[in-house]
């Protein structure tokens, strides 16, 4: 056999990744709307009862997750998401809408980059101020170079979009937070 007789498989994921992050994006704006509740945190509970044994139930505790778990799960989704990306930057830089999408994937990657490291400033007590933001997007750019470039220019864009969004989610939150003084 020649070598160029030589048969290539490559397997097809079950769920194309460009579907699953569509649906985390539409997850994300009902979030966002009010249409589902407040982010859930299971726990494990194992007890013992006389009728049914040993076993583990799961409760349901309404609060957000600490600036640790999130910590974590910002860091996953980041390494999911970058590795999703860089499978599939040859589909990604096929088409002009496509070739968009991929700065759009490149920005939530700078997104879950800044939760990580603020969650991790947070955890230690620390502050940069816009050196997160700065670091945090540099990677993300960096990531869209891989792509295509048009993906620098759409990242960029997409990027600033989702910081005025957290910026201004951020500052109804500390406003919702401080005490109301007495009004005169």
């Not at 583990?56 to 860091?75: F, K, Q, T, V």
């Not at 999703?84 to 939530?108: D, N, P, V």
Request: some cysteine.
């Amino acid at each position: 056999m020649a070598s160029n007789d030589v048969l290539r498989l490559q397997a097809e994921p079950v769920m194309p990744p460009i579907l699953m992050l569509m649906l985390m994006l539409m997850l994300m704006l009902m979030l966002r709307r009010g249409k589902l509740p407040n982010p859930v945190v299971f726990v494990s509970v194992t007890r013992y009862s006389p009728a049914i044994g040993r076993g583990s139930d799961l409760w349901w505790i309404d609060s957000m997750a600490g600036p640790g778990r999130s910590m974590l799960y910002s860091l996953l989704s980041f390494a999911i998401i970058l590795s999703l990306l860089e499978m599939y930057r040859g589909k990604l830089a096929s088409s002009e809408l496509l070739t968009i999408f991929g700065g759009f994937i490149s920005s939530l990657l700078f997104l879950l980059l800044l939760t990580f490291i603020g969650n991790y400033q947070e955890s230690s007590g620390t502050r940069t101020g816009w050196g997160a933001v700065v670091l945090a997007e540099i990677v993300a750019l960096i990531a869209a170079a891989t792509v295509h470039r048009v993906c620098i220019t759409t990242c960029f864009l997409f990027s600033a979009g989702l910081l005025y969004e957290v910026n201004k989610l951020s500052g109804m939150m500390l406003s919702k937070n401080e005490p109301k003084g007495k009004r005169y």
